[in-house]
């Protein structure tokens, strides 16, 4: 795969995301203008980061699970693509993205740790880049396509490695950072501006949207595999 037909597909990818994008951006940045600047409202933040508190990670687990597993299930099952073995695919969605989401919530709590909890610019820029430039192409995204290329090969390992190619690695891969980069920037700008107890439920939102993105991606890749 030439790196030109990389930055095409990119550049491809990156525009059928952007209006979605732009979307779920606004509609983050409106929670977080609508939590410091409107307190009236502060009360259901604080009750949602009360029961983030009391749960700790299970209330990731169960967070991301709904709105990074559940809700892709549903979607797929309504369009008719889950026919065979769907309770195997929502118990692969929701054990997956439970994972996920605790996971994610580490993250938080070391860069809480590394950088600290405040929201002035000095703080948010290295989170930012930690999460962005070395957890999203280094962990998640090999865990996500991974994890998926085994769900679309019957969760056969034996089917799975033949599909473990250069262009998986080096073109698909980057594909989806690149991806992930068009909603994830500005979205964890946003959720590290918020405190520690919000930013799980803010990326849970977020996860909605993206996972959904991940499905019309991973989808793609089989259809074009298939017709190699």
């Given at each position: 795969?030439?790196?030109r037909?990389?930055?095409?597909?990119?550049?491809?990818a990156?525009r059928?995301?952007?209006?979605?994008?732009?979307?779920?951006?606004?509609?983050?940045?409106?929670?977080?203008?609508?939590y410091?600047?409107q307190?009236?409202l502060?009360?259901?933040?604080?009750w949602?980061a009360?029961?983030k508190?009391?749960?700790?990670?299970?209330?990731?687990?169960?967070?991301?699970?709904?709105?990074?597993g559940?809700?892709p299930?549903?979607?797929?099952?309504?369009?008719?693509?889950?026919?065979e073995?769907?309770?195997?695919?929502?118990?692969?969605?929701?054990?997956?993205?439970?994972?996920?989401?605790?996971?994610v919530?580490l993250?938080?709590?070391l860069?809480?740790?590394?950088?600290?909890q405040?929201?002035?610019v000095?703080?948010?820029?290295?989170k930012?880049?930690?999460?962005?430039?070395?957890?999203?192409?280094?962990c998640?995204?090999?865990?996500?396509?991974?994890a998926?290329?085994?769900?679309s090969?019957?969760?056969?390992f034996?089917k799975?490695?033949?599909?473990?190619t250069?262009?998986?690695?080096?073109?698909?891969?980057?594909?989806?950072?690149?991806?992930?980069?068009?909603v994830?920037?500005?979205?964890?700008?946003?959720?590290?501006a918020?405190?520690?107890?919000?930013q799980?439920?803010m990326?849970?939102?977020?996860?909605?949207?993206?996972?959904?993105?991940v499905?019309?991606?991973?989808?793609?890749r089989?259809?074009?595999?298939?017709?190699?």
């Amino acid at each position: 795969m030439s790196f030109r037909t990389f930055l095409h597909e990119a550049k491809q990818a990156a525009r059928a995301n952007l209006v979605p994008g732009l979307i779920l951006q606004a509609i983050a940045a409106s929670l977080l203008a609508a939590y410091y600047f409107q307190p009236s409202l502060r009360p259901g933040f604080e009750w949602v980061a009360g029961i983030k508190q009391e749960w700790g990670y299970a209330y990731s687990a169960l967070a991301t699970a709904i709105s990074g597993g559940l809700v892709p299930f549903i979607y797929l099952w309504a369009r008719g693509s889950v026919r065979e073995g769907a309770g195997r695919t929502l118990v692969f969605y929701l054990a997956f993205w439970a994972i996920m989401g605790m996971e994610v919530d580490l993250l938080y709590r070391l860069q809480g740790l590394l950088f600290g909890q405040g929201s002035d610019v000095g703080t948010l820029i290295p989170k930012v880049m930690a999460d962005q430039f070395l957890f999203t192409p280094f962990c998640s995204t090999p865990q996500i396509t991974l994890a998926y290329l085994w769900k679309s090969n019957g969760y056969s390992f034996a089917k799975m490695r033949p599909k473990l190619t250069s262009s998986l690695f080096f073109h698909d891969m980057p594909c989806m950072v690149v991806s992930a980069w068009l909603v994830w920037i500005p979205a964890v700008s946003i959720i590290y501006a918020l405190p520690a107890s919000l930013q799980i439920p803010m990326f849970s939102l977020v996860l909605c949207f993206w996972s959904l993105l991940v499905e019309v991606i991973n989808a793609r890749r089989e259809r074009r595999s298939a017709a190699a």
